[in-house]
Nanobody, 123 residues
Framework: QVQLVESGGGLVQAGGSLRLSCAAS????????MGWFRQAPGKEREFVAA????????YYADSVKGRSTISRDNAKNTVWLQMNSLKPEDTAVYYC????????????????WGQGTQVTVSS
């Protein structure tokens, strides 16, 4: 497993942008596919975006497609989520997670999670 720490959340007005970061510890980061999930109050945690271990393939939920970009740098053990044109419905705690043997789309296949970072979008 890897240890993950998210940062970059905050309060932003609708239409604004944020860049979330996820720093991983350990020498096996490059073996993992990485994902971003979010959980709004009273709702289940949901998939946002993912990137494969080498950074070639990316995957997005329909709700953020075209507004968000996931990227990674294996030399820096870091994955980012750039979010633009933010909407109030993007308000949630955002989590980064790692998996290497399942599907990037399935939350249960992720075996390492960060503590989350709060994103609040005001209207």
């Amino acid at each position: 497993q890897v240890q993950l720490v998210e940062s970059g959340g905050g309060l932003v007005q609708a239409g604004g942008s944020l860049r979330l970061s996820c720093a991983a510890s350990g020498r096996t980061f490059s073996m993992y596919n990485m994902g971003w999930f979010r959980q709004a109050p009273g709702k289940e945690r949901e998939f946002v975006a993912a990137i494969n271990w080498i950074g070639i393939s990316t995957y997005y939920a329909d709700s953020v497609k075209g507004r968000s970009t996931i990227s990674r740098d294996n030399a820096k053990n870091t994955v980012w989520l750039q979010m633009n044109s933010l909407k109030p419905e993007d308000t949630a705690v955002y989590y980064c997670a790692a998996e290497k043997s399942g599907s990037v789309w399935r939350i249960d296949d992720y075996d390492s999670w960060g503590q989350g970072t709060q994103v609040t979008v005001s209207s």
